[in-house]
C-alpha cells in the first residue's frame, strides 16, 4: 500500500459544527503533516507529528485540533470554523520527520464553511 | 513565508515540446524537491536533489540545482498532454527545526495536444 487515504473527499459545514477530517497511512510512515490550500496558491503548512507527537504547529488558530491516535492515522477536528477558513485540507506522509524524504500526499478534502 | 518562487506563473506549449520551469529560494536548503498538482488533487513527488547534488534525472524530468544563484529548474522533456499541471517546487530550510516543507507559488503547465 503507497497511498495516503483521505475522508471525507469533500466537507460543507455550519460556522457552528463540529467535524473532523481523517487521515491514513499503511506505509509504515512515522511522520505525518497537515497542509492548507487556498485555490490557485501552494499548500502551506499546519501541523507536523513524529512518532504520534505534535512536533510542529505553525501558529495554527485553535479552531483546528490535530490529533494522531496510532501510527497510521491523523485527524483534523474543526470547530467553530469561519468562512475564510474553506480550502483543500491534504495530509501527508514521509518515512521520518526528516530532509532526506519526499512526502506522500493524499488527495485532500476539499471543506467549504458556510 | 513561502521560501521558493516559480517562474514562470503559466507556460502554454505544445505536445512535444520540452517545458522548462525555474525556482529560486531564498536561504539554505537541505534539500530542493519538485512536485506535480493536477486540479484540485493531492501532490506529486516528483523528485528530490540533495544541496550537495546538481543535477538529477527521473525519466523525462532533469533537474538542476545551483545553491550559488539559489536556484533550480525543472525541465520536462518530450511533454505530453497529460504533463497539464502545476508544479511546486518545496525547499527543506537549514535554519529551521524539524522537517518543515515550503512550497513556492508554482507554475501552471498547460500542454497542448
Known amino acids: 500500500d503507497t497511498e495516503v487515504t483521505q475522508t471525507p473527499k469533500h466537507l460543507v459545514m455550519g460556522m457552528t459544527n463540529k467535524k473532523s477530517l481523517k487521515c491514513e497511512q499503511h506505509?509504515?510512515?512515522?511522520?505525518m503533516y497537515w497542509y492548507k490550500q487556498k485555490a490557485k496558491k501552494p499548500p502551506e503548512l499546519m501541523f507536523v507529528y513524529s512518532y504520534e507527537k505534535l512536533s510542529i504547529n505553525e501558529s495554527v488558530p485553535s479552531r483546528f485540533s490535530p490529533e494522531c491516535p496510532n501510527s497510521s492515522l491523523l485527524n483534523l477536528h474543526l470547530h467553530a470554523l469561519q468562512p475564510e477558513d474553506s480550502a483543500l485540507y491534504l495530509c501527508?506522509?514521509?518515512?521520518?520527520?526528516?530532509?532526506?524524504?519526499?512526502?506522500?500526499f493524499g488527495s485532500g478534502t476539499r471543506l467549504t464553511v458556510v | 513565508s513561502q521560501q521558493g518562487e516559480e517562474d514562470p506563473q503559466a507556460l502554454s506549449i505544445q505536445e512535444g515540446e520540452n517545458a522548462t520551469m525555474n525556482c529560486s529560494y531564498k536561504?539554505?536548503?537541505?534539500?530542493l524537491q519538485w512536485y506535480r498538482q493536477n486540479s484540485g488533487r493531492g501532490l506529486v513527488h516528483l523528485i528530490l536533489i540533495r544541496s550537495n547534488e546538481r543535477e538529477k534525472h527521473s525519466g523525462r524530468l532533469r533537474v538542476t540545482l545551483d545553491t550559488s544563484k539559489k536556484s533550480s529548474s525543472l525541465l520536462i522533456t518530450a511533454s505530453r498532454a497529460a504533463d497539464t499541471a502545476s508544479y511546486f517546487c518545496?525547499?527543506?530550510?537549514?535554519?529551521?527545526?524539524?522537517?518543515?516543507?515550503?512550497f513556492g507559488e508554482g507554475t501552471q503547465l498547460t500542454v497542448n495536444p
Open positions: 518545496a525547499t527543506d530550510a537549514v535554519e529551521t527545526s524539524g522537517s518543515r516543507l515550503t
Open positions: 501527508a506522509s514521509s518515512p521520518q520527520e526528516s530532509f532526506d524524504y519526499g512526502y506522500t
Open positions: 536561504t539554505s536548503i537541505n534539500n
Open positions: 506505509m509504515g510512515h512515522r511522520a
